[in-house]
């Protein structure tokens, strides 16, 4: 039977979850809605990337999330892998072997009608995926041999030849230069645009509060606060948070907050 809460994408329910002994997230509720891009912060260890394996299935919590209605742990795989993407913080070197092709193909797994080989239609998606990256040059390149920055946007083109309807994103910027940080940003802000709900993890607060609808920020495995950034990235809560001074600009020019550590001047 489905949930109540089916017009939401994502409902999460008392959701708690311990490594052994260690709780790490505590009793936690929310709903995610659709087109929405939601970032997720909070300090080193404070549950972001455990929020996320749970909210795909890699962890099992206790609690309950429902996906548009239907609880989580009852989705068939391949509904799963048509619906959701993850990436992970950490470059997986399990695909070290393969190329940009056919890492951007694996995203088309799931639809394919032969797992042999791909449709004209399916070769379509993949190549305009892989150059809407930036990476048409670098197609028959093995990911090996690409930079940490290639490398992500290679698994990038992945997700975009998925479409999927919900991606869960850890740190996506991390190993990119500011003009790449940027274009990622856009990429994943546009899914959200086209309906898909993205949450993304992140330790850079600026780049998080100009990209996101909503933010969520976790401590000790606790939703401190959660809405707007401008109405939750004060220098009170950021404080409190990250223990740590921080200040807080607006730049209303160019209607954005600018999140600095409040560190004494330089010498
Ligand atoms: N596989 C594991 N086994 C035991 N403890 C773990 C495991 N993975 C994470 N932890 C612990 O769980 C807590 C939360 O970890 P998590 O990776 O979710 O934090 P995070 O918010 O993503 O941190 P960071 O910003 O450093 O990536 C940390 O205290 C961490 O040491
Ligand atoms: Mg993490």
């Known amino acids: ?157 992945r997700v975009l030849s998925q479409t999927p309807r919900i991606l869960l994103v850890d740190e996506p910027t991390v190993h990119l230069d500011l003009k790449h940080q940027v274009e990622i940003m856009s990429i994943l802000k546009n899914m959200a645009k086209n309906g898909a709900l993205v949450v993304a993890v992140f330790h850079d607060l600026n780049l998080a509060s100009i990209y996101s609808d909503r933010m969520i920020i976790l401590k000790n495995g606790e939703i401190v606060s959660s809405g707007k950034p401008d109405d939750v990235l004060t220098e009170e809560v950021l404080q409190k948070v990250y223990d740590v001074d921080v200040k807080v600009v607006k730049d209303h020019e160019h209607n954005m907050l600018v999140i600095l550590p409040a560190i004494p001047a330089r010498v």
């Not at 892989?130 to 940490?148: A, H, T």
């Open 1 to 157: 039977m489905a949930h109540p809460s089916i017009y939401v994408m994502i409902s999460v329910k008392k959701l708690s979850f311990s490594y052994g002994n260690l709780q790490v997230l505590k009793d936690i509720s929310f709903d995610l809605f659709y087109g929405e891009f939601v970032g997720v912060i909070g300090p080193n260890g404070s549950g972001k990337t455990t929020l996320l394996k749970c909210l795909c299935r890699l962890l099992k919590p206790i609690g309950a999330i429902y996906i548009d209605g239907e609880e989580l742990s009852r989705i068939d795989l391949n509904t799963l892998s048509r619906k959701f993407s993850y990436i992970s913080s950490e470059l997986d070197s399990s695909m070290d072997e393969l190329t940009v092709f056919e890492i951007a193909s694996s995203g088309r797994t799931p639809y394919m009608k032969s797992i042999w080989w791909e449709s004209r239609e399916d070769e379509r998606i993949i190549l305009e995926s892989i150059k809407i990256v930036g990476l048409s040059n670098l197609v028959n390149r093995k990911l090996k041999n690409l930079s940490s920055g290639e490398k992500q946007m290679a698994r990038i083109a």
